[in-house]
T-cell receptor, first 112, second 111 residues
């Protein structure tokens, strides 16, 4: 089944404790991206990747890192999480940028 | 920066009625996409309409695009309670190829 998977789905952590949210797609998509969704602010793009080893900042990249070493994986790294990074995070992929985005199920993060 | 802006922010209708949501944007686009999100879940793609297209249909969904007015509308005909969800438009910039989502319209269909 074609899908985008994210892990973990729910995470509670404390300020400053490094964490990684994994994202994997099995559709051989070139384009992948990360969004955060907050009430009243909609979806905002954090980082995106046009292909392996090609990443770029979105609208709200501060406090986040990404890497794209393999085509299927695009992990989101929070080196030192802070409470303002409490949010619902979505990974998405598409064949190429201009095409339909396929979203993962979301990761709900709470930083205390 | 937000490009697409949906209108209205919330819409409540009865089952069987039609629902219309609008999306306005500010700069040139390559395409415009509509997505649906059930509460707290991932977004699901509905329709992608390219800048040289004016109308597309998919089942009970009809999307129009007016590039002169920089606006799009999503029509859901004969709505069902299961259509209750948030609906987002996303624009792919014509020059910067940046995909930007609006804040969404919350549709409630009452049985």
């Amino acid at each position: 089944e074609a899908q985008v998977t994210q892990n973990p789905r729910y995470l509670i952590t404390v300020t400053g404790k490094k964490l990684t949210v994994t994202c994997s797609q099995n559709m051989n998509h070139e384009y992948m991206s990360w969004y955060r969704q907050d009430p009243g602010l909609g979806l905002r793009q954090i980082y995106y990747s046009m292909n392996v080893e090609v990443t770029d900042k979105g609208d709200v990249p501060e406090g986040y890192k990404v890497s794209r070493k393999e085509k299927r994986n695009f992990p989101l790294i929070l080196e030192s999480p802070s409470p303002n990074q409490t949010s619902l995070y979505f990974c998405a992929s598409s064949l190429v940028l201009k095409e339909t985005q396929y979203f993962g199920p979301g990761t709900r993060l709470l930083v205390l | 920066s937000q490009q697409g802006e949906e209108d209205p922010q919330a819409l409540s209708i009865q089952e069987g009625e039609n629902a219309t949501m609008n999306c306005s944007y500010k700069t040139s686009i390559n395409n415009l996409q509509w997505y649906r999100q059930n509460s707290g879940r991932g977004l699901v793609h509905l329709i992608l309409i390219r800048s040289n297209e004016r109308e597309k249909h998919s089942g009970r969904l009809r999307v129009t695009l007016d590039t002169s007015k920089k606006s799009s509308s999503l029509l859901i005909t004969a709505s069902r309670a299961a259509d209750t969800a948030s609906y987002f438009c996303a624009t792919l910039g014509g020059s910067n190829y940046k995909l930007t989502f609006g804040k969404g319209t919350l549709l409630t269909v009452n049985p």
